[in-house]
């Protein structure tokens, strides 16, 4: 595999997972979480912060994809993404979420595309609560005003890779986050 330059190591992250599992923990005492994987970047990280949560949970994974309008990595790492692009889904919830505390959990929020149309879609099915945890954060690239309630890490506008997240479905298990260099 091509060595790549680590931008958060699996020590920080771990560290930084165990913060947003005491402060998920502290918000919601005394309640049962259903935390939403967003395929397929997030499993990684779902799987790491639903055990640092401390208190009863189940899982369920969502999937979505935009409507081909976003270039492929390396166009977008070239050019950069200039589109406002539509997401549809590909994968609905397996269980219903009306009057659930749901946390959908998301790899990297970048242009807040699919934040805004996942937080819209889980919204009308009326949960108790819905709350967002993404690992990490591209704020310079937001396309629509949305934020996450639970950070793990606000990074620069770089392509990055590893702990789930792929480039053209490569370097998803490597255990730091990386940065693909732009060519
Ligand atoms: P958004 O709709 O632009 O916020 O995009 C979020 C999705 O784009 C994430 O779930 C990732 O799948 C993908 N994405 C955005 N930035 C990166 C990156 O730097 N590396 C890998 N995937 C990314
Ligand atoms: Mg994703």
Redesign the pocket.
């Given at each position: 595999m091509t060595e790549l330059k680590v931008l958060i190591s699996r020590q920080n992250i771990a560290q930084r997972i165990a913060e947003m599992g005491s402060a998920i923990t502290q918000d919601f005492q005394n309640e049962r979480i259903v935390f939403v994987g967003?395929l397929k970047?997030a499993a990684i990280f779902l799987s790491d912060l639903a055990r640092a949560v401390q208190l009863d949970a189940t899982f369920d994974f969502i999937g979505t994809s935009s409507y081909g309008v976003r270039p492929s990595p390396d166009q977008e790492l070239k050019h950069g993404w200039d589109s406002t692009g539509e997401i549809r889904l590909t994968k609905d919830l397996d269980q219903a979420i009306a009057g659930k505390t749901v946390i959908v959990v998301?790899?990297?929020?970048?242009?807040?595309?699919?934040?805004t149309f996942l937080k819209k879609l889980l919204k009308s099915r009326e949960p108790k609560a819905l709350r967002v945890a993404a690992l990490l954060d591209?704020p310079s690239r937001r396309k629509l005003p949305i934020e996450a309630d639970y950070v793990g890490f606000a990074i620069p506008d770089?392509?990055?890779?590893g702990y789930g997240?792929?480039?053209a479905e490569m370097y998803r298990n490597l255990p730091d986050i990386c940065v693909v260099p732009r060519q």
């Open positions: 967003v970047g998301e790899d990297i929020l970048d242009t807040g595309l699919t934040l591209k770089e392509f990055v890779v997240l792929d480039y």
